[in-house]
């Protein structure tokens, strides 16, 4: 992997560090694919990548990368590529994929139940939970009762509140309601430009907020979470 690192970054004349918000593997594997052609893409393993490209100027593979390398800590990745860095930040910031909550992810809104039947929102419009899953949305934390053989709840239920973690019932709930409450998103932290040897920082639209670095997700380590195809 060392050695791909450094053919990699003598061969493209940028390179991107990325961190990721609400890391799903499936949506980083879209995004590979649809750079395949013009990019080649490295995530995980950072002591390792960081290692490749050298941590201070006498250690460096490339001039000025090191400044890149001190900051590859924690889940983020690179990616060299000759698109201009305009083309990049405009992608990166339209690429965004909604996902389910996990355990942990803060709310991003308030949810309450309305009495009724209990709706999956999985399709349009939404359909009432069949009679046999009545138990498993009992045992998650509503109160319902069958009414003509729908689980039904008798008054409103706040499933989650706005800016509170959410418990593995909760999140267990939302997606079996269908309630999509996260984006997984790609933020650019900084580029280097193999032509001048500088690093820029990346800040506004192509970055991420506060608020998209919290969200935990995958944390995969197979093969295909550290290296394109």
Known sequence: MMQELQENSEKWRYCW?????????????????????SARIFFGRG???????????????????????????GQVGVLFTDSPPEE???????????????????????????AGPVLRHHSDPPEPFPHNEEPQLRKLGLTTSMNKGVPTLTNPHE?????????????????LIGHK???????LIARWDSETGDVVQIE??????????????DQGGDEDDVMSE
Do not use: Y
Not at 89 to 114: C, E, H, M, Y
């Open 47 to 73: 002591a390792v990548m960081a290692k490749a490209l050298g941590l201070t100027p006498e250690e460096e593979h490339r001039t000025g990368i090191h400044k890149l390398a001190k900051q590859i800590k």
């Open 181 to 187: 409450m996260v984006v997984f998103r790609v933020g």
């Open 17 to 37: 560090l990325f961190e990721v918000g609400s890391m799903r593997n499936a949506h980083l594997k879209i995004v590979r694919k649809q750079w395949k052609d």
């Open 88 to 114: 990049v930040i405009d992608w990166f910031v339209d690429f965004k994929q909604p996902d389910f909550a996990r355990a942990g992810n803060i709310a991003s809104r308030t949810v309450v139940l309305p």
């Open 204 to 217: 506004g639209p192509g970055a991420l907020t506060p608020e998209e670095r919290i969200g935990g997700g």
């Open 159 to 175: 499933l989650c509140k706005k800016g509170k973690p959410l418990t593995g019932e909760q999140a267990q709930l939302l997606k």
